[in-house]
């Protein structure tokens, strides 16, 4: 009886200093986690002209090469317009490069290298862009066809998403042609003309072209991931985000369906309370959390740039994995980055308020996180939902897909574009990613080592809703950045 207390004593004591063992040594290794930033080596970067620049991009912005939802609404003509300017534009290129027109409207250029045992590298970028909503032109600042250039920026669709990379690789190229320059790889231009619809006419047919020349590329440049300003929480730097891999897709139905009849006897549960209850389940059961993968690789990598507390978290994900995964997920923008996520989207039912519906049907949307498949989350629904009256399946020509491979974060691709960042954007964190959304790199997979996806243009938050909205921008400056940044990734792979 006597020895208890002492005991308990004991037992906290020892507990007191098991803590304080375990704290330092997150703090040590908090402490001891060095910054992944490799060196900004200075580049004999070419000379680039911003205005001329900045001028070429505002003329293909005038071409209405719009990818519309019905494509009898698409004008060819303006696709052929476009070509034909940047023939004018870019007379050495178009001397030098091989121009093929591929899929009806889309565009391949070949710039043979001198070795032709080094494999060679894919830019990908896409001259179409999606409408102008109806009603919203009157709330732009510029019309978004005139591809003005006012107040140090160049005004209109396209100018980030994604003329941006048409206009800046061909500039790019036109500069070291003028300095005398010739690759030792092949590289290659590829440019769509449908990405906004599903890219099934040009990159697919790209692809086709490409393989049916034995074509097997070193790695793939697209579109997905920007230089962020003020973004992430905690880190004042601009961070340039790689993206590894993109996230699969899949739509799923809900349908439960019943007798129908007059709404003043109803049923109980009614067919639409099943389907709720349905929602509700999958909403409150997502997908698991883990910090894996892209984001794992993300998460190390900021770390160190972090302010203390984040930075003793995230260099601890050995131990404080399922801590972290609750933190993050608490937000919806990191929280797409650890799961498949689980949207609603669609809801039907009847027809007429006093009528019970026949069928009600709701569609989920989700998001796949690589690691997971679009089978697995088929799978999750019918075991979440556990319910016979609701059937489920996956919505038909919705585009179902699994996610991407994970390319490597230390393969020759990724270092060229990291080593090409650090030069042109020195402020600038490199960190891997993973892109929500889809490319049109995924037909590339098959074709090539790896795929990243990044392009160098700098987006605050305030700038995310001109991505596909009103007064879509680039700055001048921002884009004389690109074409550098163009640039110096050729020369950067060339010698890699
Ligand atoms: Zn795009």
């Given at each position: 009886m006597n020895s208890r207390p002492s005991r308990v004593k004991r037992f906290f004591r020892n507990l007191g200093i098991g803590l304080g063992v375990l704290l330092a040594i997150l703090v040590v290794k908090a402490l001891l986690t060095k910054s992944r930033q490799i060196a900004a080596t200075p580049a004999d970067v070419p000379a680039i002209d911003d205005a001329k620049a900045a001028e070429h991009l505002g003329r293909t912005i005038t071409f209405q090469t719009i990818s519309h939802q019905?494509?009898?609404?698409?004008?060819p003509a303006a696709f052929t317009a476009l070509h034909k300017a940047l023939e004018e534009m870019y007379p050495r290129v178009h001397q030098t490069l091989t121009r093929e027109i591929v899929g009806g409207g889309s565009l391949l250029y070949t710039w043979k290298?001198?070795?032709?045992?080094l494999p060679p590298v894919i830019y990908l970028a896409h001259m179409d862009v999606v409408p102008v909503e109806?009603?919203?032109?009157?709330?732009w600042q510029k019309p978004p066809f005139s591809g003005a250039i006012d107040g140090g920026y160049v005004w209109g669709?396209?100018?980030?998403?994604?003329k941006l990379a048409v206009v800046g690789l061909l500039e790019a190229a036109e500069s070291l042609l003028g300095q005398g320059f010739s690759p030792s790889r092949t590289v290659y231009f590829a440019f769509g003309h449908d990405e906004e619809v599903s890219?099934?006419?040009g990159a697919s047919a790209i692809v086709d072209l490409l393989k049916s020349r034995g074509v097997r590329a070193s790695y793939v440049l697209d579109e997905g991931m920007v230089i962020t300003e003020?973004?992430?929480?905690?880190?004042?730097r601009p961070v340039a985000l790689i993206g590894l891999a993109e996230k699969g897709y899949v739509s799923v139905e809900l349908v439960v369906e019943s007798q129908g009849g007059h709404s003043s006897m109803p049923p109980r549960p009614t067919p639409a309370g099943i389907l709720a209850a349905a929602i509700q389940k999958l909403e409150t059961n997502p997908m698991p959390a883990r910090i894996a993968g892209p984001a794992r690789s993300l998460f190390e990598t900021l770390a160190p740039e972090m302010p203390f507390g984040n930075r003793v978290i995230l260099s601890n994900l050995w131990l404080l994995s399922p801590i972290a995964a609750k933190v993050l997920s608490g937000s919806p923008a990191t929280d797409a980055l650890l799961r498949t996520t689980t949207a609603p989207t669609m809801l039907e039912g009847s027809v007429k308020e006093n009528v019970l519906p026949k069928r009600v049907r709701a569609v989920v949307n989700f998001r796949v996180l690589p690691g997971d498949t679009v089978q697995s989350v088929l799978d999750h629904v019918k075991d979440v939902v556990a319910d016979p009256r609701v059937q489920s399946k996956a919505v038909e020509g919705s585009g179902s897909q699994d996610p991407s491979p994970v390319s490597d974060v230390a393969g020759p691709g990724y270092k060229s574009i990291e080593k090409t960042v650090r030069q042109i954007f020195p402020d600038a964190i490199v960190a891997p990613s993973l892109v929500l959304g889809a490319t049109d790199s995924r037909y590339y997979q098959g074709i090539a080592d790896a795929v990243y996806r990044f392009s160098p243009q700098r987006m605050k938050d305030e700038d995310r809703a001109r991505f596909h909205g009103t007064n879509e921008r680039v700055s001048v400056k921002n884009f004389g950045e690109c074409v550098r940044f163009y640039a110096q990734l050729v020369k950067n792979t060339d010698s890699l």
């Amino acid at each position: 009886m006597n020895s208890r207390p002492s005991r308990v004593k004991r037992f906290f004591r020892n507990l007191g200093i098991g803590l304080g063992v375990l704290l330092a040594i997150l703090v040590v290794k908090a402490l001891l986690t060095k910054s992944r930033q490799i060196a900004a080596t200075p580049a004999d970067v070419p000379a680039i002209d911003d205005a001329k620049a900045a001028e070429h991009l505002g003329r293909t912005i005038t071409f209405q090469t719009i990818s519309h939802q019905s494509p009898a609404e698409d004008d060819p003509a303006a696709f052929t317009a476009l070509h034909k300017a940047l023939e004018e534009m870019y007379p050495r290129v178009h001397q030098t490069l091989t121009r093929e027109i591929v899929g009806g409207g889309s565009l391949l250029y070949t710039w043979k290298g001198k070795d032709a045992s080094l494999p060679p590298v894919i830019y990908l970028a896409h001259m179409d862009v999606v409408p102008v909503e109806p009603g919203t032109e009157g709330d732009w600042q510029k019309p978004p066809f005139s591809g003005a250039i006012d107040g140090g920026y160049v005004w209109g669709r396209g100018t980030i998403d994604f003329k941006l990379a048409v206009v800046g690789l061909l500039e790019a190229a036109e500069s070291l042609l003028g300095q005398g320059f010739s690759p030792s790889r092949t590289v290659y231009f590829a440019f769509g003309h449908d990405e906004e619809v599903s890219g099934k006419k040009g990159a697919s047919a790209i692809v086709d072209l490409l393989k049916s020349r034995g074509v097997r590329a070193s790695y793939v440049l697209d579109e997905g991931m920007v230089i962020t300003e003020g973004i992430l929480k905690g880190i004042d730097r601009p961070v340039a985000l790689i993206g590894l891999a993109e996230k699969g897709y899949v739509s799923v139905e809900l349908v439960v369906e019943s007798q129908g009849g007059h709404s003043s006897m109803p049923p109980r549960p009614t067919p639409a309370g099943i389907l709720a209850a349905a929602i509700q389940k999958l909403e409150t059961n997502p997908m698991p959390a883990r910090i894996a993968g892209p984001a794992r690789s993300l998460f190390e990598t900021l770390a160190p740039e972090m302010p203390f507390g984040n930075r003793v978290i995230l260099s601890n994900l050995w131990l404080l994995s399922p801590i972290a995964a609750k933190v993050l997920s608490g937000s919806p923008a990191t929280d797409a980055l650890l799961r498949t996520t689980t949207a609603p989207t669609m809801l039907e039912g009847s027809v007429k308020e006093n009528v019970l519906p026949k069928r009600v049907r709701a569609v989920v949307n989700f998001r796949v996180l690589p690691g997971d498949t679009v089978q697995s989350v088929l799978d999750h629904v019918k075991d979440v939902v556990a319910d016979p009256r609701v059937q489920s399946k996956a919505v038909e020509g919705s585009g179902s897909q699994d996610p991407s491979p994970v390319s490597d974060v230390a393969g020759p691709g990724y270092k060229s574009i990291e080593k090409t960042v650090r030069q042109i954007f020195p402020d600038a964190i490199v960190a891997p990613s993973l892109v929500l959304g889809a490319t049109d790199s995924r037909y590339y997979q098959g074709i090539a080592d790896a795929v990243y996806r990044f392009s160098p243009q700098r987006m605050k938050d305030e700038d995310r809703a001109r991505f596909h909205g009103t007064n879509e921008r680039v700055s001048v400056k921002n884009f004389g950045e690109c074409v550098r940044f163009y640039a110096q990734l050729v020369k950067n792979t060339d010698s890699l």
